[in-house]
């Protein structure tokens, strides 16, 4: 069974600063990776993807990252109350485009 | 833009009753597509998953089953529902070849 593991949270950020969460998977063979946002009674919205090693920006959001270790991690700058959500972090996990999500990390920016 | 539709957005249906959950996707041929669940306060699970008409894949065996009549329609349904079906019915879609998956907008099933 391949897993997708992430702090379930909650994650408390003073508005204004950087929220970091944290993302690793079992299947090294991984090669797509995904951030989505859900607020409470939605349905999940993609954020960021990632590809390939490193950083990806995108606004406010920054995505990173590492094959070796397998971690992906996403970093909100700037949090605001309306980046008040739970962040599901999703690989990809076969030719189909299946995707394995984590459980998400419940994210609270307090003003 | 491609657009994804989900009807029925809230449903309540008695132990023992039928489903249909309809999905249709706009502005885009040949999509993959995905039905998952969300039971209250977990992950999301992938049920079935479509490239194709006609063709079906399912990931985990229950009383549920997928169709998908025309291209861009993916229907979820069950003869006779338990009390563990409720939850939040999600569907997606993918363009054939890309990674990313888009979510519609969801059903929220209540079974009593």
């Known amino acids: 069974q391949k897993e997708v593991e992430q702090n379930s949270g909650p994650l408390s950020v003073p508005e204004g600063a950087i929220a970091s969460l944290n993302c690793t998977y079992s299947?090294?063979?991984?090669?797509?990776f995904f951030w989505y946002r859900q607020y409470s009674g939605k349905s999940p919205e993609l954020i960021m993807f990632i590809y390939s090693n490193g950083d990806k920006e995108d606004g406010r959001f920054t995505a990173q990252l590492n094959k070796a270790s397998q971690y992906v991690s996403l970093l909100i700058r700037d949090s605001q109350p309306s980046d008040s959500a739970t962040y599901l972090c999703?690989?990809?996990?076969?030719?189909?485009?299946?995707?394995?999500f984590g459980a998400g990390t419940q994210v609270v920016v307090t003003p | 833009s491609q657009t994804i539709h989900q009807w029925p957005a809230t449903l309540v249906q008695p132990v023992g009753s039928p489903l249909s959950l309809e999905c249709t996707v706009e502005g885009t041929s040949n999509p993959n597509l995905y039905w998952y669940r969300q039971a209250a306060g977990r992950g999301l699970q992938l049920l079935f998953y479509s490239v194709g008409i006609g063709q079906i894949s399912s990931e985990v065996p229950q009383n549920l089953s997928a169709s998908r009549p025309q291209d861009r329609q993916f229907i979820l349904s069950s003869k006779k529902l338990l009390l563990s079906d409720s939850g939040f019915y999600l569907c997606?879609?993918?363009?054939?070849?890309?990674?990313?998956?888009?979510f519609g907008p969801g059903t929220r099933l209540t079974v009593t």
């Open positions: 299947d090294r063979g991984s090669q797509s």
């Open positions: 997606a879609w993918s363009g054939q070849g890309a990674n990313e998956q888009y």
């Open positions: 999703a690989v990809r996990v076969d030719s189909w485009g299946k995707l394995q």
